[in-house]
């Protein structure tokens, strides 16, 4: 089935640098997702991407649209220590006869004071 | 606005017992989705519901899973007879039927443990 890999799968830097993680698959996505997750929460959504190459920003946060559809990027801009938790990219299948949304493994982010 | 509720947060349960996971979606939203997360893992796909209906349980073991959505109520997922491989973090979402997945709103989550 459809699969999202996202790399790194940890990341640990100091308040203050900035951050980029990716998310790529095999197959093709027409929209794709960024998630966050705060411990013993539920994930929030950060920022949804519609068409290939777009780029939307939402504060500190940009995502990429992959010109290929196959792939997003997103950074963080000036970290601080509210943004540890771990960072989800999604994107929507109709595998199983219904859209619904496939995740990646996710990206855990810890920035150091 | 409430936003999506699930109880209980935590649940522990015997191996052989019922788990029984409540959601109350989003206040106008009539589109339920069930997520269960294992341990440094993304989260996995069971089940869509709307009121009253199963629309997709293709990611639903075949056996001792179950949910529902009644028209009154919250959506309940039902797990019978747990082994300790049901272990997990089970999460709820919500969506309008106009943004359908594109905006889902999660819950906190039901943290089971199966001893």
């Known amino acids: 089935g459809q699969q999202l890999n996202q790399s790194p799968q940890s990341m640990f830097i100091q308040e203050g640098e900035d951050v980029s993680m990716n998310c790529t698959s095999s197959s093709i996505f027409n929209t794709w997702l960024w998630y966050k997750q705060d411990p013993g929460e539920g994930p929030v959504l950060l920022i949804a991407l519609y068409k290939a190459g777009e780029l939307t920003s939402n504060g500190r946060l940009t995502a990429q649209f992959g010109i290929t559809r196959k792939d997003s990027f997103l950074n963080i801009s000036a970290s601080i220590p509210s943004d540890v938790g771990i960072y989800f990219c999604a994107g929507p299948t109709t595998q199983g006869g219904s859209e619904k949304l496939v995740f990646g493994k996710g990206t855990k982010l810890t920035v150091n004071p | 606005n409430a936003g999506v509720m699930q109880n209980p947060r935590h649940l522990v349960r015997r191996r052989g017992q019922e788990a029984r996971l409540r959601c109350s979606p989003m206040k106008g939203h009539s589109h339920v989705y069930w997520y269960r997360q294992l341990p440094e893992e993304g989260l996995k796909f069971m089940v869509y519901?709307?009121?009253?209906?199963?629309?997709?349980e293709s990611g639903m073991p075949k056996e001792r899973f179950s949910a529902e959505f009644p028209k009154e109520g919250p959506s309940i997922l039902r797990i019978q007879q747990v082994v300790r491989g049901d272990s997990a973090a089970y999460f709820c979402?919500?969506?309008?039927?106009?943004?359908?997945?594109?905006?889902?709103?999660f819950g906190p989550g039901t943290r089971l443990t199966v001893t």
């Open positions: 519901l709307q009121k009253e209906n199963i629309i997709d």
């Open positions: 979402a919500s969506s309008s039927q106009l943004a359908g997945v594109y905006e889902q709103y």
